[in-house]
């Protein structure tokens, strides 16, 4: 069974602070890592992806991919009220279509002003 | 700008009456993917076509069929709505060369 587990939150964080957002997927030989962000009633929106282990950094952004804890998370600095939405990771499988993603069901950031 | 369009954005529909909805891209991508989305859930994928291959997913229900007449349509047909279709219907596409996938904006389907 192919899962991607996220905690629905939400996850509470004053403004200015540092969000850590978490996910785990069940397959270790996964090739590819999504962080989307979701703003309530409207579409996901794509934010970065991470294929190797370690971090990467773009903006006020940090992915950061351990396969084999088999989890990824996604590091939010000087979080803003503007940063309030759900994100949602998303995986390609090893044995899937190299184009085919698996969604988890997201967790919700509230920044607090 | 190079986007993905969904039309309508809002659709109500009765208890079994047939109902399409539609995706359009100026991206050019090869890759389009149909989602079913409902709230506080991850989205579902419903099929996905590499240029006119189609892929069903093994849990996608008879009930929802799919058109891609060319690279930039692609059409969700479902034949008989029931109240459990009533969801958000996402639209994406990616480009071969990777799998990042861009949503349009959504059909928020509503069935009565």
């Known amino acids: 069974q192919k899962e991607v587990e996220q905690n629905s939150g939400p996850l509470s964080v004053p403004e200015g602070a540092i969000a850590s957002l978490n996910c785990t997927y069940s397959?270790?030989?996964?090739?590819?890592f999504f962080w989307y962000r979701q703003y309530s009633g409207k579409s996901p929106e794509l934010i970065m992806f991470i294929y190797s282990n370690g971090d990467k950094e773009d903006g006020r952004f940090t992915a950061q991919l351990n396969k084999a804890s088999q989890y990824v998370s996604l590091l939010i600095r000087d979080s803003q009220p503007s940063d309030s939405a759900t994100y949602l990771c998303?995986?390609?499988?090893?044995?899937?279509?190299?184009?085919?993603?698996?969604f988890g069901s997201g967790t919700r950031l509230l920044v607090r002003p | 700008d190079a986007m993905v369009i969904q039309n309508p954005r809002y659709q109500v529909t009765q208890f079994g009456k047939p109902v399409t909805l539609s995706c359009s891209q100026t991206?050019?991508?090869?890759?389009m993917y149909w989602y079913q989305q409902k709230s506080s859930q991850a989205p579902k994928l419903l099929f996905h076509?590499?240029?006119?291959?189609?892929?069903n997913e093994a849990d996608t229900p008879d009930n929802f069929q799919s058109r891609r007449p060319n690279t930039s349509f692609c059409f969700l047909d479902i034949r008989s709505p029931g109240l459990g279709d009533a969801a958000m219907y996402l639209c994406?596409?990616?480009?071969?060369?990777?799998?990042?996938?861009?949503f349009g904006p959504g059909t928020r389907l509503t069935v009565l």
């Open positions: 994406a596409t990616g480009p071969p060369t990777s799998n990042e996938q861009f």
């Open positions: 397959d270790r030989g996964s090739q590819s």
């Open positions: 998303a995986v390609n499988f090893l044995g899937d279509s190299s184009y085919k993603l698996i």
């Open positions: 991206l050019n991508h090869n890759v």
């Open positions: 076509y590499y240029d006119k291959d189609f892929n």
